[in-house]
């Protein structure tokens, strides 16, 4: 595709039930980005993956959050548990190894714990 | 520490120049990066700077000194389209060499009035 793709655009669940959001990379690029970003607030990192290296989870506010990147591409951020400080838009975004290495970011997942 | 400032928020008027600051201190530099946050929607790319000086793209230009951690946006012949939050972003190296993570600004949110 010509961008990163995210699914699903909204999702609303209930306080203690699990959720997976989806980000598609732009194709070719080698590094995948998921942040955070409360209503009103900065960007918050979560976690990085580069290629087969292991993941810069450093970003993850607690082990109910975890997400794993199959075959290089595609990557699942999970959020077990959730919790009402949770809601928040998720973006996911992917960068290159050329010159820049600009992010691109995909359109984000609004997610609403009620 | 890593830290990077930028106003809060700023006003301008249609038709005018307008300069956002952003001052950092990280641990390293490999390079700083300008986004543009429109509501409810994802960062896109503004600009690059890695060495010092001015780039210039179309209304938008952006302004990098590396000795004096400091770079700043302008935007020219404001447009109400303009009224959006700016997002700084520096690529600082750490100690793993892993140097691709952005570190961002809380963003500057710039309001375009008549």
């Known amino acids: 595709g010509a961008g990163v793709s995210q699914s699903p655009s909204n999702k609303v669940t209930e306080k203690g039930k699990d959720v997976e959001l989806r980000c598609d990379p732009i194709?070719?690029?080698?590094?995948l980005y998921w942040y955070r970003q409360s209503l009103g607030q900065g960007l918050e990192f979560l976690i990085y993956?580069?290629?087969?290296?292991?993941?810069?989870k450093s970003g993850l506010p607690s082990d109910r959050f975890s997400a794993e990147r199959t075959g290089g591409s595609v990557s699942t951020l999970t959020i077990q548990r959730t919790q009402q400080e949770d809601s928040a838009v998720y973006l996911c975004?992917?960068?290159?190894?050329?010159?820049?290495?600009?992010?691109?970011f995909g359109p984000g997942t609004r997610l609403t714990v009620l | 520490g890593q830290n990077i400032d930028q106003p809060t928020e700023m006003t301008a008027t249609e038709g005018a120049i307008v300069q956002i600051n952003c001052t950092y201190q990280?641990?390293?530099?490999?390079?700083l990066f300008w986004y543009q946050q429109h509501a409810g929607e994802a960062p896109t790319f503004l600009s690059y700077?890695?060495l010092d000086g001015l780039e210039e793209k179309g209304r938008f230009s952006s302004f990098l000194s590396r000795s004096k951690g400091y770079s700043y946006l302008l935007l020219k012949e404001l447009q109400m389209k303009d009224s959006a939050s700016y997002l700084c972003?520096?690529?600082?190296?750490?100690?793993?060499?892993?140097?691709?993570?952005?570190?961002w600004g809380l963003g500057t949110s710039l309001a375009v009035n008549p």
């Open positions: 194709s070719g690029h080698t590094a």
């Open positions: 975004a992917s960068s290159s190894r050329a010159v820049t290495d600009t992010q691109y």
């Open positions: 700077n890695v």
């Open positions: 990280t641990s390293g530099f490999n390079g």
């Open positions: 972003a520096v690529r600082a190296s750490n100690n793993a060499g892993n140097n691709r993570k952005l570190i």
């Open positions: 993956f580069q290629g087969n290296s292991a993941p810069d």
